[in-house]
């Protein structure tokens, strides 16, 4: 068992160590024509290490910019300043050599960056808004490696870029990922990749083979469905119907605290009260017989007294 653990472990060392074992540290060697996308994760591959970049004189420099609002507490280290994000109008590029100025429409941008793409002027593209409150870019998207915008209406020849990015889980077992892209009017239509011409995008409930031709961008079992993150809305009369119930319960409830308050209050007098008749009762009861031992009452009179007295008793016990 433990061995096992052991083995599993030094396995799991060895993977990483591998990889990160001909990364360069900062000022040392590289060769900027090593600097390329992971065949199967499409990540950024250099020879320098996670604080560096690999500069044109064959050196690693520390790098310029970075794109992640937060970072990765193992790219921390007190030594070397931590880059900055760069200002709007610019992009960090994937080596995070320096910002850059937003490409404009034809120009070159890297995978899966629309980031690097500058918006078209307002009003230029149209952009139907989603009514699942998917996200949309503005209008300007990176396809096979260059900037256009995504102003192809229904009917026209379109683009389609296909990735396939391929991952391992911890236990080795890969999986795959295949996100395709056009340049369809976004929240309009989609790229048809048989005709390679923008298709309406289907509705709920209309029949589908991939997230993207859904306006839910939610395609499951051949069936266009609502996505499982879209927020709810409710109507004013729910709201109305839910506060007015709440306050019928809430009156209700308070309306039988008071009849069991009110009942409980009766019942406790009554019992005061039948408690004094007895008192008084029996007090009348050893009065008269007090009075009849002392010689002042017949012997009929005492009998009377003494059948009242246990009487008296007997209610009180019951
Ligand atoms: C390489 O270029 C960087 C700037 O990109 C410069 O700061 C550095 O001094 C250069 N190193 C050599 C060895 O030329
Ligand atoms: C929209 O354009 C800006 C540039 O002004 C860019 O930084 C941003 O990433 C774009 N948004 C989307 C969703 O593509
Ligand atoms: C669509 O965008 C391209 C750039 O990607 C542009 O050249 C073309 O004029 C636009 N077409 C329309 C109809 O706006
Ligand atoms: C493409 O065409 C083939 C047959 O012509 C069809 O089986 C397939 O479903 C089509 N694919 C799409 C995405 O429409």
Redesign the pocket.
């Known amino acids: 068992m433990m061995r096992a653990t052991f083995l599993t472990a030094l396995h799991l060392l060895i993977i990483p160590l591998n990889k990160v074992q001909a990364r360069s540290v900062l000022y040392g060697a590289c060769d900027v024509a090593n600097n390329h996308l992971d065949v199967n994760t499409k990540a950024f591959i250099t020879d320098c290490d996670s604080f560096g970049y690999c500069s044109t004189n064959g050196t690693c420099q520390p790098k310029q910019c970075r794109r992640d609002e937060y970072i990765l507490s193992s790219l921390l280290n007190t030594d070397i300043p931590i880059p900055p994000l760069c200002p709007s109008g610019s992009f960090c590029p994937d080596d995070a050599s320096g910002c850059l100025d937003l490409v404009d ?2 120009g070159e941008c890297q995978l899966n960056r629309d980031d690097e793409c500058a918006p078209p002027p307002d009003g ?2 149209l952009v139907v808004p989603s009514p699942f409150d998917e996200p949309e870019g503005n209008g300007s998207i990176c396809l096979l490696g260059q900037c ?2 995504s ?2 209406s229904l009917g026209s020849t379109c683009i389609i870029e296909s990735t396939t990015y391929i991952g391992y889980d911890i236990s080795g077992m890969s999986f795959t990922n295949i996100v395709t892209r056009d ?1 369809c009017i976004q929240g309009q239509g989609y790229c048809d990749t048989n005709t390679t011409t923008c298709l309406s995008l289907v509705g709920i409930d209309g029949s589908c083979q991939e997230d993207r031709q859904c306006q839910s961008y939610n395609c499951q079992r051949g069936v266009c469905i609502i996505p499982p993150e879209t927020s709810r809305k409710v109507g004013k009369w729910v709201y109305a119907i839910t506060g007015v119930s709440i306050g019928i319960g809430m009156a209700g409830v308070l309306a039988i605290l008071l009849l069991m308050h009110r009942r409980a209050q009766t019942k406790s007098r009554i019992m005061l009260e039948e408690y004094y008749k007895e008192q008084t009762a029996y007090r009348n009861s050893i009065i008269s017989f007090h009075s009849a031992l002392s010689g002042k009452s017949t012997r009929e009179e005492i009998k009377r007294t003494m059948s009242n007295l246990s009487q008296v008793t007997l209610v009180e016990k019951h």
Do not use: D, E, H, K
């Open positions: 429409v034809g230029t593209v256009v915008w102003n192809i340049n």
